[in-house]
T-cell receptor
Framework: QQQVKQSPQSLIVQKGGISIINCAYE??????FPWYQQFPGKGPALLIA?????SEKKEGRFTISFNKSAKQFSLHIMDSQPGDSATYFC????????FGSGTRLQVQP | GAGVSQTPSNKVTEKGKYVELRCDPI?????LYWYRQSLGQGPEFLIY????????DSGLPNDRFFAVRPEGSVSTLKIQRTERGDSAVYLC??????????????FGNGTRLTVT
């Protein structure tokens, strides 16, 4: 049972553009929603996280938008750079983190 | 400072063999997690330790999988009678206390297990 659904599976964006990745969940017991970035051969690294009592959180070029009523949250990467090319995972926590299936982002120069 | 260290980085074993995967968490982190990541998928939770005890082992797929953390620091994931379906990257993560906004998970680079 996939508790966190992530889309799209892959994404190609031009340098300077906006990358948007979406996630949806069903379990209302989730209380913490992080996004992780993973490069090939490396473990996931925390990018940004949000609690469900907040609708938006911004850190530099990265923004999480959270819609509690729709049970959806998204990651926006502004001014996307080639160095942002990686796989991105959304996650949600009840006891342990449940991860989405990932989005492979490619930022073209 | 040092991050989460996992050894070996790669392990190739034959079907039916026993393997041990080691995780050295960040010093002072009381919480330790094991995840499994199959190719093209997100990490899948296996087990969570708070100190020496397994606080949640609901993700272990069957009784061939077992993990220990005897002194509340280093952890070992043990897989008996390995099967080809066990092939994946096994990730270890640690956090200061549980995990949340103020205590994020720090992942190691994983052990890539291949069962032939």
């Amino acid at each position: 049972q996939q508790q966190v659904k992530q889309s799209p599976q892959s994404l190609i964006v031009q340098k300077g553009g906006i990358s948007i990745i979406n996630c949806a969940y069903e379990n209302t017991a989730f209380d913490y929603f992080p996004w992780y970035q993973q490069f090939p051969g490396k473990g996931p690294a925390l990018l940004i996280a949000i609690r469900p009592d907040v609708s938006e959180k911004k850190e530099g070029r990265f923004t999480i938008s959270f819609n509690k009523s729709a049970k959806q949250f998204s990651l926006h990467i502004m001014d996307s750079q080639p160095g942002d090319s990686a796989t991105y995972f959304c996650a949600a926590r009840q006891r342990a983190l449940t991860f989405g299936s990932g989005t492979r982002l490619q930022v073209q120069p | 400072g040092a991050g989460v260290s996992q050894t070996p980085s790669n392990k190739v074993t034959e079907k039916g063999k026993y393997v041990e995967l080691r995780c050295d968490p960040i010093s002072g982190h009381t919480a330790l997690y094991w995840y499994r990541q199959s190719l093209g998928q997100g990490p899948e939770f296996l087990i969570y330790f708070q100190g020496t005890g397994a606080a949640d082992d609901s993700g272990l797929p069957n009784d061939r999988f077992f993990a220990v953390r005897p002194e509340g620091s280093v952890s070992t994931l043990k897989i008996q009678r390995t099967e080809r379906g066990d092939s994946a990257v096994y990730l270890c993560a640690s956090s200061l206390m549980g995990q949340g906004v103020n205590s994020p998970l720090h992942f190691g680079n994983g052990t890539r297990l291949t069962v032939t």
